[in-house]
């Protein structure tokens, strides 16, 4: 009989350690679950201000950033003319009577020179006084901050009756139909054709072969602004074609 009793009274009491333990989990499992529950909402609270934050500045940045490309692309002007003076970052086009000064940014600015259908890259060092140059770049209080400088040869191409024909210094003079005069040395390297009136073909020819009268389509380059040597145009030519007075009253 005693031994019965002990027996129920160590299960009652084992059970009683059970049931203490399964509400001691119980609690710590509430408290955890409470905890997450009340953490979840303020970090969500904390955060989202900060994002509504970062797309308002995303949003002002962009706003400044198409500004100012609206206003480059409005002051954005291309200019071209002989060099006249470097002088430390600053460089001064002249052409036809127009003066454009153009500063060189030594971060920004890109030199090229053209040559035939393709360009190399060259250095600001590498200009000079009389070279023909095409700039690119932004407006800003009548100068213009270069992106890029390209150095070319300035070719003209007109046509004109020959006036007058010098064969002591082997140069024409030329009337064009806007009534402007050139005076064109014919030199060794000039490139001279004529039109054959009874085949139409292209021949080349000798300086004997003009004459007063003839039209003559020319093609000269600019070598300075004025031209060089200081008489004005006066160029050596660059290439020739002559068609023969004939050739319109045949």
């Known amino acids: 009989m005693n031994k019965t009793i002990l027996k129920t009274k160590i299960g009652y ?6 049931v203490m333990g399964c509400l001691v989990m119980g609690y710590l499992v509430s408290w955890l679950v409470g905890n997450t529950m009340a ?38 002007k291309a200019v071209s003319g002989f060099i006249t003076n470097i002088e430390g970052s600053l460089i001064k086009l002249s052409n036809n009577g127009e003066i454009n000064q153009v500063k060189i940014d030594d971060t920004l600015t890109k030199f090229f020179k053209v040559l035939g259908i393709s360009k190399k890259e060259i250095k600001n060092s590498d200009l000079s006084k009389d070279d023909y140059a095409i700039v690119s770049g932004v407006v800003t209080d009548n100068i213009i901050t270069a992106n890029v400088v390209l ?3 300035n070719f003209l191409v007109d ?19 806007d009534k402007n005069t050139y005076d064109l040395d014919i030199e060794t390297s000039t490139k001279r054709y004529m039109i054959n009136i009874k085949t139409l073909a ?7 072969k003009l004459k007063e009268g003839d039209t003559v389509h020319f093609v000269i380059k600019k070598t300075g602004n004025p031209p060089a040597g200081g008489k004005n145009n006066n160029y050596p030519a660059y290439k020739i074609l002559v068609i023969p007075q004939e050739y319109f009253i045949k």
């Open 39 to 76: 953490q979840t909402p303020s970090s969500t609270a904390s955060s989202s201000p900060t994002i509504e934050v970062d797309k308002d500045i995303q949003q002002l940045k962009d706003k400044v950033a198409n500004k100012v490309s609206e206003i480059r692309k409005e002051n954005n």
């Open 151 to 153: 150095i070319d040869e």
């Open 13 to 18: 009491l084992v059970m009683g350690y059970l």
């Open 202 to 208: 292209k021949e080349t020819i000798g300086f004997s």
């Open 159 to 177: 046509s004109g009756k020959i006036t007058e024909i010098n064969k002591d210094n082997y140069s024409i003079k030329v009337l064009t139909s």
